[in-house]
């Protein structure tokens, strides 16, 4: 068996369209539309560059983009007075304060102190309880990527076994409540889990979310499995220089799974679209 390769770029284009032309009605009513602040505090180099690309797609959808670029010597004072700033100002929907921050702030504290209800990235306790429990709540933006992924395949997701490799706040967490909420049998595997390949074996949906290169190889995969690969991992290339690969040995999995996400160009796509999508549902449930 081939799987079938979910391709992440083609469905994120195709969610980010929709999403445009939701804009589009909305500005077509002369109504605002929604606006995401993105903060980045510091030079991180990583974080310059998500920050760049979440910008540049806010706009390209037709949304408002507002950025605040503060040096790293900002006091936690200072950002939790910006994010105050912010959940009361009426032209902001959506609020993200890119992670990690430097170590003298505690992003825990940054975090909860955004209104759940702009909490684009869905990290406030709120959103995390709202998931877990059914109730209304922002998602992650990478795990509802993900399931948006899953569900692309167009298999009935109900009853089957989901095993997740990972237990992140940001991606294995969240990713379990949505399975959960698929009526799927979930499994949630970690860095102490026993036999990971065998456990592995017995899922129909199998996602990565660890960060080491090739984890999840042939012998980790049922015939035929559903496998997402969240793994973003740099590994230096034959030519000398670095390229991305996922958590799965993707040519050795192929050739076992029903289908699966390549790196780059699966889940990765879809965590700003995500974020976009997020932004856009802060904006609706804030107008009622
Ligand atoms: P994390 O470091 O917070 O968590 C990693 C998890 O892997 C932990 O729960 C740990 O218990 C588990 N783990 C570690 N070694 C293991 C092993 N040998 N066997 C089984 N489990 C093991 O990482 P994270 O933030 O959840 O990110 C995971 C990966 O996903 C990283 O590569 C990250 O870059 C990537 N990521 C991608 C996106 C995206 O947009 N595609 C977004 C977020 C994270």
Redesign the pocket.
Known sequence: MTARIIDGKAIAAELRAGLAARVAAIAAAGERVPGLAVVLVGEDPASQVYVGSKVRQTTEIGMRSIEHRLPAETTEAELLALVARLNTDPEIDGILVQLPLPKAINADKVIEAIDPAKDVDGFHPVNVGRLATGGRALVP??PR??MRLVKSVGTALSGLHAVI????????KPMAQLLLAEDCTVTI?????RD?PALCRTADILV?????PA?IGAAHVKPGAIVID????RVPGADGRSRLV??VDFAAVRSVAGAITP?PG???P??IACLLENTLDAHAARRG
Do not use: E, F, K
Request: proline fraction near 0%; aromatic fraction near 0%.
């Open positions: 933006c990478t990527g993900a490799v990972g237990r992140s706040n940001i991606v294995g595997a970690h860095s102490r889990t990971l990565a979310a660890v960060g080491r984890l969240v793994g973003i991992n996922g958590d790196v699966g889940v990765g879809m965590t």
